[in-house]
């Protein structure tokens, strides 16, 4: 009896765990603060000590980034505008911060966004905000407000490079101190990234270059984990490294994957100072770890209906039309935990008058993700639109004549 008793308590033991959620709570990136999240969705996928704001360097230059492009998306410049490079940004050429050889004269916008991303260009990136902003200061302004508007707040930024203000001399931002610096949490600066993303993703074609070609001189891209780069990993398209004496060393990757969009924040890598590779190193760490306890699932598939969900037709040839997702609802779901995420249909629309027209939106279709690490998404859980599956004609004559006098009289009478 002792021996069946051991047996099924064996057997009890291997069923639960292999049956338990996967959550890898010893895991830890090597770095000071990181964030793994899936772009589309947002959701959050890892988080260490995420929420601490530190220095950030040139990281910094996404926000800045994102305010160029949407400069031109408003039509105030194009990639093609030619800008003048000023006494400021002028300045730092051939002091010890990074830059490409710039001369007092005039470069495209997209010149000076590839010299900023690529090769963490700091007059690059000055001449740039002066454009949009006519000074960086106003373009800091600027920076702080776009913050706002995406609910990050208490947020430290003194220019729009992420240097340390010690190399600014009287170009220091009005009122900000010698050694200021700009600081972002890991959690911050996955939402600048991501919005960068989502609102711009032309922003890969520069970031994926990992050669640059500047007048004559070809420089290669910082970020080490492009194809060509010592750490070349299949996928990597971006994003941008960043360092300083008291940020470390730190860098932003994205990843096309699985048919989604990894982000990861890797801020202050250990031993960094020694060892500036060791960024990469935990940039993939974190990228295999979110790969070993993470698959992604597809709900409901574009084109699919959702526990028959429908809606009425008045006076059509049929009495109903199926309502179809508009896109792909999927999930990052940790492994042994599919149970805590489902589907939840919302409908907006009972009943339609034929002829009906495809594709119009009758519902929602909501995800119910239960299993969250931290707050779980940067911003609300994803949905998709549900909608017509087919145009449904009108009903025939006499059918159509009868369907509308029996409504009038049950409104009416």
Same mark, same amino acid.
């Given at each position: ?174 009122? &900000?101190?010698?050694?200021?610096? !700009? ?6 600066? /996955? $939402?600048? *990234?991501?919005? =960068? ?111 028959? &969900?429908?809606?009425?037709?008045? !006076? ?6 199926? /309502? $179809?997702? *508009?896109?792909? =609802? ?84």
């Amino acid at each position: 009896m002792k021996q069946l008793f051991r047996i099924g308590l064996i057997v009890l033991i291997g069923f639960f765990s292999f049956t338990r959620p996967v959550y890898a709570e010893d895991f830890s990136v090597s770095a000071k603060h990181a964030i793994a999240i899936d772009v589309a969705s947002g959701k959050i996928l890892y988080e260490q000590d995420a929420q601490t704001q530190v220095p950030i360097g040139s990281i910094t230059t996404l926000l800045t980034a994102y305010l160029v492009y949407e400069a031109v998306a408003e039509g105030k410049l194009s990639m093609d505008s030619a800008v003048s490079i000023g006494d400021y940004p002028y300045s730092l050429i051939g002091t010890v911060v990074s830059n490409v050889n710039l001369q007092t004269r005039s470069y495209t916008v997209r010149e000076l966004l590839e010299a900023t991303l690529i090769t963490s260009a700091n007059s690059a990136a000055i001449a740039l905000a002066e454009e949009v902003a006519g000074s960086e200061a106003a373009f800091v302004d600027k920076m702080n407000a776009k913050l706002r508007e995406w609910g990050i707040n208490g947020a430290k930024l003194v220019n729009a490079t992420g240097l340390s203000n010690s190399y600014l001399g009287d170009y220091r931002y009005p009122g &900000s101190n010698e050694n200021d610096e !700009n600081q972002l949490s890991a959690m911050d600066v /996955a $939402i600048v *990234a991501r919005r =960068l993303l989502l609102d711009f993703p032309q922003v890969l074609d520069i970031t994926s270059q990992y050669h640059f070609n500047f007048y004559g001189t070809t420089y290669s891209s910082t970020n080490q984990m492009l194809k060509e780069g010592t750490y070349g990993r299949p996928g990597v398209d971006g994003l941008k490294t960043g360092a300083s004496e008291t940020a470390g060393v730190s860098f932003v990757a994205t990843i096309q994957q699985r048919n989604t969009r990894l982000l990861t924040v890797v801020l202050n890598a250990n031993e960094g100072e020694e060892f500036p590779d060791n960024r990469f190193l935990a940039t993939n760490e974190l990228i295999d770890h979110v790969n070993n306890h993470f698959t992604v699932t597809t709900l409901v598939a574009k084109g699919e209906t959702f526990q028959s &969900s429908h809606a009425a037709v008045f !006076n059509g040839q049929k009495e109903k039309v199926k /309502a $179809i997702a *508009a896109d792909n =609802l999927y999930a990052y779901i940790r492994k042994g935990a599919t149970a805590a995420v489902s589907a939840r249909y919302s409908e907006k629309v009972s009943l339609l008058e034929a002829p009906t027209q495809q594709g119009q939106i009758i519902g929602n279709l909501y995800l119910v993700d239960k299993d969250l690490i931290g707050k779980g998404y940067l911003d609300s859980q994803p949905s998709v639109d549900m909608v017509v599956a087919e145009n449904i004609p009108e009903a025939s004559w006499p059918l159509s004549w009868w369907n509308h006098f029996v409504r009038y009289v049950n409104e009416n009478l």
